[in-house]
């Protein structure tokens, strides 16, 4: 029997409310859900038996507001532990929950509620029950806006959290029984940098099977108890599989983090046992290190020439290559240096470390295996369930993995990667054409990126199609890999890649936050802000002056020629940042036209 056939003899007739509720049964006494309190730093804490009888309550209290089987609900919540309940008693009244990113505007709201045809929402506080109201008068479907609390400041919304909470509970059992397999279990609506967002369909079958999936590529007994932190937006596939199916699921125990930029503070307070971080997150944990290093710069090349002489043991330990004295040299470097730094940034007790949704340098990926971070890279799409490709022990930097268990991954003709398997979406909601542009009549979903596979059946992703640079000479770009390679600079945090019809390739580069203002003071320069630091020559030439060198991989139409150093951190959920960090490419041409014309002045 293939693999794909045992995931789907396992899942048949699974729902993610059946399993929820073995988990419960399982797992009752253990904690599900930690958080602090907003006002005092206190910690608190809900049981697997206390978030169930809270799914009984809330949607007894969703029912009796009128949602029911096929209704969609709208959530705009970060990341706290009412989210878990509301969205897991929708299923049990046979709803379909849908995220919508906190950044979302009044348009931006009118459109995905038209589009998804929602009934109901619930929003976290004032500010985001505004712009529900500015929108509601154009949404005919939407009845009732409800609010996790009343904060006696004159909003008007039709219901609160406790009041759902306030009603007797539902019998989850039968309840449970609501839902079916191809019901729809969420609508993750893309980022719509290339037209109007689209609803991706995600049924039952589709989750209970992509967490099989996941469970068999792990090497773990059990996923009880292990921590999680939560902090993604929930609208984005990732941060759902990893922090709520996976906890509905396995028995994780997941601490809420409502704003991202606080999870390096987070994560050393809980130390996770499983993470994933798309790799801005990697990139900020290591600039923070490089920094804190760069303060005592003895001690700092003692560790980076403790990581040289441990990454080509740490790369035989990997395939079991390594000698006993190989082994015996890399426990003792990470005895007296990496396991310090792990646990200071409270990286110490992974189990595993992800990074996906984007592009990290192999450089940085095996930087972090070598100081004994488990990190490897995954590859998929919210139209996949997010996994397509993972290994998460055999790891070959730069690669994405081999395909994952049960899921058939191969090439067209032209390069794009292809996928079959029960992660496969059912297609976006509302619209056949575009489905049919990415779903054969074979069941093979087209990606839209141009990959490799190697012997050994690694995956390579070299960019979207969509993406490629096409300079004036003709030549086709990875934008990707270009800026994937600026970031090895120390002092670059962040870079695009320029130059389509163009002359030659150019590039904007950030300068790293953390990195940069240590390097300053090591070089004795003098500045108030990082935009005038930007302009000073001496980080200019520093810049240009390791150009040659990472980009000496690349034959010399491909390279980057020149670069503009700015000093303005580029932050998610703004006109140039998706809220994973991903380049809003147009957005970031808009914003610096006037610099990027002045490089082919």
């Known amino acids: 029997m293939t693999d794909a056939a045992a995931i789907s003899e396992v899942v048949a007739g699974q729902t993610i409310t059946t399993e929820f509720l073995k988990t419960v049964g399982q797992h009752g006494d253990l904690v599900a859900l930690r958080w602090k309190d907003p006002e005092s730093d206190a910690w608190h804490e809900m049981t697997y038996s206390e978030f169930a009888d809270a799914v009984a309550r809330a949607a007894a209290g969703l029912a009796a507001r009128g949602l029911g089987a096929g209704d969609r609900l709208m959530l705009m919540i970060r990341n706290q532990p009412e989210f878990h309940v509301l969205d897991t008693a929708a299923l049990f009244v046979g709803a379909t929950p849908v995220s919508i990113y906190n950044s979302s505007s009044s348009d931006q709201i009118e459109y995905l509620c038209n589009d998804a045809g929602a009934v109901m929402a619930i929003v976290e506080d004032r500010g985001f029950h505004q712009l529900f109201e500015k929108a509601r008068p154009s949404i005919d479907s939407l009845d009732k806006v409800g609010i996790l609390r009343a904060g006696g400041d004159g909003t008007s919304a039709d219901f609160t959290y406790d009041d759902l909470l306030g009603h007797d509970p539902i019998d989850l ?103 994933f971080g798309v790799p801005r997150v990697w990139e900020k944990i290591y600039s923070g290190v490089q920094a804190a290093l760069a303060a005592d710069p003895e001690k700092k090349k003692a560790f980076d020439d403790g990581v040289a002489a441990a990454a080509p043991i740490a790369e035989k330990m990997t395939w079991g290559t390594a000698t006993q004295e190989e082994i015996e040299t890399y426990e003792f470097l990470d005895a007296v240096a990496f396991s310090t730094v792990r646990g200071l940034v409270g990286l110490d007790q992974l189990d595993a470390a992800i990074t996906g949704a984007a592009p990290i340098p192999a450089e940085l990926l095996s930087w972090f295996r070598t100081i004994g971070v488990p990190l490897s890279e995954i590859y998929g799409l919210s139209e996949t369930c997010g996994p397509m490709t993972w290994e998460p022990y055999k790891v070959k930097p730069g690669y994405v993995g081999v395909a994952c268990p049960g899921v058939e991954v191969k090439l067209a003709d032209d390069g794009e990667v292809l996928c079959r398997g029960g992660n496969v979406f059912r297609g976006y909601l509302n619209q056949p054409e575009k489905t049919a542009e990415v779903l054969d009549d074979d069941g093979w979903f087209h990606s839209g990126d141009i990959g490799e596979i190697d012997e050994d059946g690694y995956v390579k992703i070299v960019d979207r199609k969509k993406e490629l640079i096409i300079t004036a000479g003709g030549k086709n770009l990875s934008p990707s890999n270009l800026e994937a390679q600026l970031k090895l600079i120390p002092l670059v945090g962040q870079a695009i890649a320029i130059g389509d019809n163009r002359p030659f390739v150019s590039a904007l580069v950030v300068l790293d936050p953390d990195v940069a203002p240590a390097w300053a003071a090591a070089n004795d320069i003098e500045f108030e802000t990082l935009e005038e630091l930007a302009e000073h020559p001496k980080v200019v030439a520093e810049i240009e002056g390791a150009l040659p060198e990472v980009m000496a991989v690349f034959n010399n139409a491909e390279r980057v020629k020149k670069v503009k150093v700015l000093g303005e951190e580029w932050l998610p959920d703004t006109d140039l940042l998706t809220p994973t960090s991903k380049l809003k490419r147009r957005g970031i041409h808009a914003r610096y036209a006037d610099e990027i014309e002045a490089l082919y002045a």
């Not at 209970?208 to 932190?229: N, P, Y």
Request: glycine content about 6%; charged content about 20%.
């Open 173 to 275: 059992d039968e309840a449970a029984k609501v839902a079916k397999p191809d019901d729809l279990a969420t609508l993750i609506y893309t980022s719509g940098t290339t037209g109007p967002s689209k609803g991706v369909m995600l049924d039952h079958a589709n989750i209970c099977w992509t967490l099989e999936c996941l469970r068999r590529a792990f090497d773990l007994d059990s996923h009880a108890g292990k921590r999680i932190v939560s902090y993604l937006p929930m609208a984005h596939i990732a941060e759902r599989m990893t922090s709520h199916y996976q906890t509905l699921f396995l028995g994780c125990e997941v601490t809420c983090c409502p704003d991202p930029t606080q999870f390096a503070a987070y994560a050393g307070e809980v130390h996770p046992n499983l993470m």
